[in-house]
């Protein structure tokens, strides 16, 4: 069982203040005989003509001593559980949880707009304070 996010919590708490109902914690991917852990399931009803949305969401906060190695080791991994995910449950996807100060400051410069703009990466802000999402891109 991996550890928790220093944000597990706050981000957990968000989500469902948005509206959505936690399914997994944490998510579990199996793959032949690989097992890795995604932070997050959750899930929510969109409308009745639409049915169930359901999203994977690994929780980042970008607090080591390089943005640059932060983002690198993130982008890494979430290929790596959207691909498992791909897989074994078609239907979830996957996005980026990240501190309000990690937004403005890694996915607002040029790396990480990139990845936004090629839609490799999906993510989510949040205040961890108030426990509140703040914005979803794209």
Do not use: C
Not at 21 to 28: A, F, K, N, V
Not at 43 to 62: D, M, P
Not at 111 to 124: H, T, Y
């Amino acid at each position: 069982m991996p550890a928790l996010d220093r944000d597990h919590v706050a981000v957990r708490n968000a989500l469902v203040k948005d509206g959505w109902t936690i399914t997994h914690d944490p998510l579990r991917l199996n793959y032949k005989k690989k097992r890795l852990y995604v932070d997050l399931g959750a899930e929510r009803l969109v409308a009745a003509e639409r049915g169930t949305e359901k999203i994977a969401v690994e929780i980042k906060t970008f607090g080591g001593a390089s943005d640059v190695a932060d983002l690198e080791q993130a982008t890494g991994q979430f290929m790596v559980y959207r691909s498992l995910l791909r897989r074994s449950d078609p239907e979830r996807t996957l996005v980026l949880a990240v501190p309000q100060e990690a937004l403005e400051t890694v996915f607002e410069d040029a790396l990480g707009e990139i990845l936004l703009e090629d839609s490799i990466l999906r993510v989510f802000s949040f205040d961890s304070e108030r426990e509140e999402i703040v914005e979803w891109l794209p």
